[in-house]
């Protein structure tokens, strides 16, 4: 059996969510999982599993778009933390005794693992802007090498790089090392069985009041989640955090209107839910997957949404329904098998 270091990017719950179940269906085959992460990472994941905690980059978000001043501000900050995370982490790796490493876009343990000379698998959705064959309006060329570059900063030289995504790209000739899946999904989405009530689901990053503005001004019952409060303002309900109630009206709304962060487009469409995407202003990641829910069919995308684009929306989701019927609906069978097969194969 393997003794493995699992490195988790914190930014988000994305990320943890789906490194859980690889990492629980690692446990259940005897392997040995050491956990690094920071941030929501950590706390989603600290009470089932090892883990260690190291510095991270924190993106800075206010009113629905990415602050990039503040965001490097904020992490020069913890410059001296992140360095004091990889010396500890080599450290802790060597005691280990590790086989290898997997990574979900985290580049401290990407990092150690190349030091010590071990196989890095790097299981994530952004490496489809590097290694696959993908289009995206030409206005945001600058944005998308500035992602790219990014991308290859965060987990260079992976043995194997598994991507997963919600739509299927060819991968690029020249990237032997590179392999496709669908969607890594809770096993929560994969067991529900979904309904339509009479709401729409809202989701955003960080509260909007602009967009609470728009909904007001629309016919239909909205459930909000990210706006920082509860309670009821006409057609408007707010509601707390819950990982419970958000997967349960996820599960019975009519649509869903959200920035466009991988994870919550990946289990809306499992789910058959249309999707207008808002993305986050500036984080490119974010445009690039709301286009392609308008490229698919599956939704609309607007970068910013008046009454006139929400109604359009609404109007059309017979349509958009009967899109997502074609949708593949697969469990995580494939991926899990193609990381059994890589740790075989690195022995």
């Not at 990053?205 to 309670?231: H, I, M, W």
């Not at 996820?250 to 808002?278: D, H, M, Q, T």
């Not at 308008?294 to 989701?317: I, Q």
Request: glycine residues 6%.
């Amino acid at each position: 059996m393997a003794n493995i270091l699992y490195g988790v990017n914190g930014e988000g719950s994305g990320h943890s969510s789906r490194a859980r179940e690889i990492i629980s269906h690692l446990q259940d085959n005897g392997h040995r999982v050491h956990v690094a992460s920071f941030d929501r990472g950590l706390r989603n994941l600290k009470d089932d599993f090892e883990v260690t905690e190291i510095g991270g980059l924190r993106l800075t978000y206010v009113h629905n778009r990415v602050r990039y001043g503040k965001t490097v501000l904020r992490n020069l900050l913890h410059v001296p933390q992140a360095a004091h995370s990889i010396r500890a982490l080599e450290r802790k790796a060597q005691d280990w005794d590790l086989d290898l490493v997997i990574t979900d876009f985290e580049p401290i343990t990407c990092h150690v693992g190349h030091k010590l000379g071990l196989p890095v698998i790097a299981i994530d959705n952004q490496h489809l802007l590097t290694d696959t064959e993908i289009t995206y309006p030409r206005e945001y060329r600058k944005e998308a090498a500035a992602t790219r570059l990014v991308t290859r900063l965060m987990t260079p030289h992976a043995n194997a790089c598994l991507v997963i995504s919600f739509f299927t790209p060819r991968i690029k000739p020249r990237k032997k090392k590179t392999f496709l899946f669908p969607p890594i999904l809770r096993q929560e989405v994969l067991q529900a069985k979904p309904t339509e009530a009479d709401f729409v689901l809202v989701y955003v990053t960080s509260a909007a009041d602009e967009l609470t503005s728009v909904l007001k001004n629309v016919r239909q019952r909205f459930v909000c989640y990210g706006f920082n409060r509860d309670g009821r303002d006409g057609n408007v309900e707010f509601r707390k955090p819950s990982t419970d109630g958000f997967l349960r009206d996820l599960c019975n709304c009519r649509a869903i209107v959200a920035n466009a962060g991988f994870s919550l487009i990946s289990e809306a469409l499992y789910l058959g839910k249309p999707y207008l995407a808002w993305p986050v202003k500036r984080q490119f990641e974010q445009v690039f997957n709301a286009f392609y829910i308008g490229e698919t069919g599956y939704g609309a995308y607007w970068e910013d949404l008046n009454k006139e684009r929400v109604e359009s929306f609404l109007f059309n989701l017979d349509t958009y329904r009967k899109n997502l019927a074609g949708y593949p609906r697969v469990d995580n069978s494939a991926i899990l098998a193609k990381v059994d097969q890589l740790i075989a194969d690195f022995g």
